[in-house]
């Protein structure tokens, strides 16, 4: 029962993207003047994410911080709206600290991150950023660098569960909870030099099960905290929210199934060279994980932080929102990904199609680290410009580096017709970390530019990312 | 009947006639194996016992753990005969999605591990899995663990070769049924039985059963999932058949309620799998067939698991003096007070917050009564005079506001909801305490 009809991965396209994706000229004109890779970045989609997030601590009855984790996109233009959105930013080096000081935010509304420098501290503490501290030695490090006393949270990792005892995966980061004790003694030490405001997480899991046990094991420390008489007030979880990219449950639930009968021999490969994304046959048995991103959910961005709160905590055995409610807890959070959810797309133009056996490659100008949705596990299918659809295709799409591993996608995408060199390919909903994370000048090829694209009456307007400001037009003379 | 160990009742379990005013069938005796009347409580007990027997005393002298991948049913068999020798058992798993299971288990003193999700930021050089990297750990020499490996052992299968199926074959006075059903887990029981059924009669026919993608019947896995299953083998089967949850929980009812069998949602989910497959059968045949299908395990482990599925079926009485029952402007109207006179008020104060909010920090001389246990004594009528005044207090004053809302219903003259809860008090500088 081999299933031959073509098996798209249709991402989810929000009404925003899908009227930009319609401006064919503008966005040709735009290749052709600024080349191939160009990222486009839509900053007037930022407020429904925000929105949506603050409509969950209304609900549950929350205050807190939503902090945009930087890291996950480089755009000025991103991070400017943000500022003026009243939202506040978590910088991960000394640069992302520049950036997010010169598009706006004030130091009580920046958080750092992360492994860290001398420099990124010193600027942190001189500027009065609250910063959140991997290891008791950086409190130290901090005790001595700051003029007046640094706001600091402690992030915590390593939490233990009561009865079943939840295996994660080891972290590089954060104060092992069993060490919260000396962590909080050195903050005692530098009283006066340091203020504790809150205790913080940050998992990198899909798995709400791990983080309600995180954030119960913060909640004890927080009682810990209040025990020694540290007035602390907020708790920060982290990212992690996730995205849904793609539109339909069944065709993601139908890749899955034939890309494994793939690689149990009984139906012909979807992949470059039979790679099984993590999947392989073992003596007739599938053995190993699919190491995809779970494109089709559901539940994510806010709606997973809804899931959080409402998940009864493993001890206490009360929802956790209601624990934070009933300790006076402040919630912070960290989204990157979930911020940028239909916040930007790449384009590449075709540059050749060419058929070898029952195959059809298209070479694009552009490589997977421009685009890295592969590296990051993400599947969906490419939008075809102009739009045409007289002739379904499956094409595999390769880079333009000399390297045999530099595909685009190691799967056959599905395209409604077959492409033709200058046509262009737009990879919708990459903003979050496959736009410019992983992008790089090998070969001296050029980094994409990236524009912001915003809405100007009728059409789509357009400016250098570095050149958007969200000032509020001028009131015409009448 | 006398043993002397609880093992020897495990197997020689009755086969049952289903009554055709239930199934319907005109041409088919449709017959269920009751696994679930087993002494550890399921099918698994035979694979269990069969698999760690020849373990256990060297696991006992080395002082080794005994270990297995185990949502449920084996974990629990196993640590049973396991803890009669006094040896150890941990269950590692993913899959235990039924906290009533999960505090069994606990209950019988065994331990368990849970694997963690999947990242959320794709690491692409990690291609093992928790499970292949903890199936290395644990077979390894000299680790402290005995695996009973039940994806994988044979014994898993032998089990019913020679236990389950030759009864199925006797208690049909030495024929072997027309058709099968059996649901698939580690599809030990249905490899073994199909083997033993096939030895007398070649043309049984026999269909799997498995849950749908997506969805999920706790001990049995689905269609993409049983590939990974190192006892799957695709030709036993004649047919595999897909059951939804929403058919697990039909049949189940169907059969405690109509059938004087309390079956969990897989027994459930074979009978209605059986029907179904036999229903478009029956018209077309001519002669008289037999068919049987396997109750795994009992219900009482599901409750969850069902209340959350088909909450109607718990529908409670309503009770007296519910919070629900409030009218919106009845809340509204509740009687309030701010920080300023809470900071002067005379009489009780009552935190509704959890204690460990509350024995961090609270208002200096009030009690805690978590709302929970509020609720159900204010469901037993009012817990304090009507002379005394009540100040409720909770984070920020919604909760207290209802509760102060049904104490005037009931008639408690001088209860007041703190406005802005704890959080406003907080915030307005008022002083909280520990003890
Ligand atoms: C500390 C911290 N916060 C927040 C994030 C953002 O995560 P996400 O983009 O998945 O929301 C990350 C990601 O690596 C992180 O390390
Ligand atoms: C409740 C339940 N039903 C059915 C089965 C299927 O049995 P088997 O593992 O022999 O395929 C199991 C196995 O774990 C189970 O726990």
């Not at chain 2, 058992?89 to 999700?117: C, H, Q, W, Y």
Request: charged share 25%.
């Amino acid at each position: 029962m081999t299933d031959s009809r073509p098996l798209p991965l249709t991402p989810r396209i929000e009404p925003d993207t899908q009227s930009v994706l319609a401006e064919e000229a503008l966005l040709r004109q735009l290749v052709d003047g600024l080349g191939s890779p160009l990222n486009v970045v839509l900053p007037d989609a930022l407020a429904a994410n925000v929105e949506a997030f603050r409509a969950v601590y209304r609900h549950h009855r929350l205050r807190g911080r939503i902090y945009f984790a930087h890291k996950a996109n480089r755009s000025a233009a991103l991070l400017r709206r943000l500022a003026a959105a009243e939202v506040a930013v978590d910088v991960a080096s000394l640069e992302e600290l520049q950036h997010a000081l010169g598009a706006g935010f004030t130091p009580d509304r920046i958080i750092a991150t992360g492994p860290k420098n001398r420099e990124f501290l010193w600027l942190a503490a001189r500027t009065g950023v609250i910063v959140s501290a991997d290891s008791p030695d950086e409190l130290d490090e901090l005790a001595a660098l700051g003029r007046a006393p640094v706001r600091v949270m402690v992030r915590l990792s390593g939490f233990v569960s009561p009865g079943v005892q939840m295996i994660s995966r080891r972290s590089r980061f954060g104060v092992p909870s069993e060490q919260l004790t000396e962590a909080l003694d050195r903050v005692e030490k530098h009283a006066g030099r340091l203020e504790l405001v809150g205790i913080a997480y940050h998992l990198d899991t899909i798995g709400i099960p791990e983080k309600a046990i995180a954030l119960e094991g913060c909640l004890t420390a927080l009682d810990e905290c209040r025990r020694r008489g540290l007035p602390v007030w907020s708790i920060d979880i982290g990212g992690g929210f996730g995205v849904n990219y793609l539109a339909d449950g069944e065709q993601w639930e139908r890749w899955t199934s034939e890309l494994a009968r793939a690689v149990l021999g009984h139906r012909p490969p979807l992949t470059w060279n039979e790679h099984g994304y993590g999947l392989r046959n073992e003596a007739g048995t599938l053995r190993g994980a699919l190491g995809l991103y779970p494109a089709f959910r559901p539940v994510s961005g806010a709606g997973y932080l809804d899931q959080l709160l409402s998940t009864v905590a493993p001890a206490q055995r009360r929802p956790l929102g209601e624990l934070l409610l009933d300790s006076m807890a402040d919630l912070d959070i960290e989204p990157g990904r979930a911020l940028l959810d239909q916040c930007g797309l790449v384009l590449a133009r075709v540059l050749e199609v060419r058929s070898e056996g029952p195959d059809t490659l298209v070479r694009l100008e552009a490589n997977a680290r421009d685009v890295s949705l592969e590296e990051h596990g993400v599947l969906m299918d490419p939008v075809l410009i102009p739009h045409r659809s007289d002739e379904p295709t499956e094409v595999f799409l390769l880079g333009n580096l000399c390297l045999e591993s530099d595909l685009i996608t190691r799967r056959r995408v599905t395209l409604p017709a077959r492409p033709r060199p200058g046509d262009l390919l737009a990879f919708v909903n990459t903003a979050g970390y496959f736009m410019d994370f992983s992008a790089s000048r090998a070969l001296h090829q050029p980094i994409a530019r990236k524009v912001a694209v915003h809405r100007a009456g009728e059409r789509w307007s357009w400016c250098l990312d570095e050149h958007y400001w969200p000032v509020p037009e001028r009131e015409e003379a009448a | 009947m006398r043993f002397d160990d609880m093992t020897e009742a495990i197997g020689n379990t009755p086969l049952v006639r289903i009554d055709p005013a239930v199934h319907g069938l005109r041409q088919i005796d449709l017959y269920a194996k009751m696994e679930l009347l087993n002494p550890f409580g399921s099918l698994k007990d035979r694979a269990a016992l069969q698999m760690v027997r020849p373990l256990l005393a060297g696991a006992a002298e080395r002082g080794d753990t005994v270990v297995e991948l185990s949502s449920g049913n084996t974990a629990k068999a196993l640590a049973m005969i396991a803890g009669m020798h006094g040896v150890p058992f941990k269950s590692v798993t993913n899959r235990m999605k039924v906290p009533e299971i999960k505090d069994l288990l606990l209950l019988l003193g065994a331990e368990i591990d849970e694997l963690p999700g999947q990242a959320e930021c794709l690491d692409p050089t990690d291609t093992e899995d928790p499970l292949s990297r903890m199936h290395r750990t644990l077979s390894a020499n000299g680790s402290g663990y005995v695996h009973t490996d039940q994806y994988f052992n044979e014994q898993n299968v032998e089990a019913h070769l020679h236990g389950t199926g030759p009864e199925i074959v006797k208690d049909l006075d030495g024929r072997a049924p027309d058709f099968f059903f059996a649901c698939v887990g580690t599809a030990g029981s249905s490899t073994g039985v199909a083997r033993a059924l096939r030895q007398h009669d070649p043309d049984v026919r026999v269909v799997g059963l498995v849950a749908a993608k997506s969805d999920f019947i706790p001990g049995i896995r689905t269609i993409d999932e049983v590939h990974e299953v190192g006892l799957f083998d695709p030709g036993v089967y004649d047919t595999v058949d897909t059951i939804t949850s929403d058919d697990a929980v039909d049949g189940l009812l169907t059969l405690v309620r109509r059938c004087g069998t309390p079956a969990g949602p897989t027994g459930g989910g074979a009978f209605q799998g059986a029907v179904r497959h036999l229903r478009a059968l029956d018209p077309t045949l001519t002669s008289r067939k037999t068919a049987v299908f396997i109750v795994c395990d009992r219900v009482e482990s599901y409750l969850s698991y069902l209340r959350e599925r088909r909450p109607a079926l718990f529908g409670r009485p309503p009770r007296r003096n519910d919070t629900r029952d409030l009218a919106a402007d009845e809340i509204a109207a509740a009687p309030t007070v701010d920080v300023e006179e809470a900071a002067r008020w005379p009489g009780l104060i009552v935190d509704l917050r959890n204690p460990h909010a509350y024995q961090a920090l609270h208002i200096d001389g009030s009690i805690n009564i978590v709302d929970e246990l509020f609720a159900e004594m204010l469901h037993g009528g009012l817990p304090f005079g009507r002379r005394q005044p009540v100040l409720l207090v909770c984070p920020v004053g919604e909760k207290s506001a209802r509760y102060a809302a049904l104490l005037t219903r009931m008639g408690h003259p001088a209860v007041r909801s703190l406005a802005g809860g704890i959080i406003a008090w907080r915030d307005a500088g008022a002083r909280l305490v520990r003890d």
